[in-house]
């Protein structure tokens, strides 16, 4: 069985949807930079480029890609691999285990009725009287779903010649709206 890496397609893809920080912001506990990189110690004026942005991306999905390689049993071809590897790195591992069984056991037809429905944020981590709080529905996220979905059942990425939202610094205000210049991704 082959080992899928991103393509630079999905690549674009998902910088299309996620947006580039080219200074630090705070996520959650800790500063992000770039399409959503962290590191522990992160200093608030690190600045970095767009090519600088899409190398660390590129490492960064490196375990999400090996995550989705040990959990298929079967040829999914590049496009499949490239919608699980959106899915994975928007939602972490949260609808993962359940997306790659039903594709191993070629329940398409289950997963294209489940599939868009992946659209909820990230579950409260908090406790309210007893009671585990969800995620909330996004639909943002719903229409990431759909488009993820023809990704892997249609091989259509969408226009990649579409910019990109761009931050110079934290994300404050409107987004620059930047075009992927030669060399920018590797």
Known sequence: MPIYRASTEIKIFMGQCEAITLGPYQDGTHLSIGLGH????????????????????????????QRINALLKRDVGQHMFDMLLSLHYQSGNRYMPAVVHLVNYGEMKVLEAMYPHCAYSAPSDKDKD???????????????????????????????TEPLK??????????????LQPGDIE
């Open 38 to 65: 962290n590191e522990p110690g992160m200093r608030k004026s690190k600045r970095i480029t767009v090519p600088q942005a899409f190398k660390l991306f590129a490492e960064d999905l490196i375990p999400r890609e």
């Open 166 to 179: 761009l931050w110079r610094g934290p994300p404050e205000g409107k987004p620059e709206m930047y075009t």
């Open 130 to 160: 007893g009671v585990f709080e969800p995620g909330e529905w996004r639909d943002g996220l719903h229409e990431r779903r759909k488009d993820e979905w023809l990704i892997g059942t249609e091989g259509d990425y969408g226009d990649l």
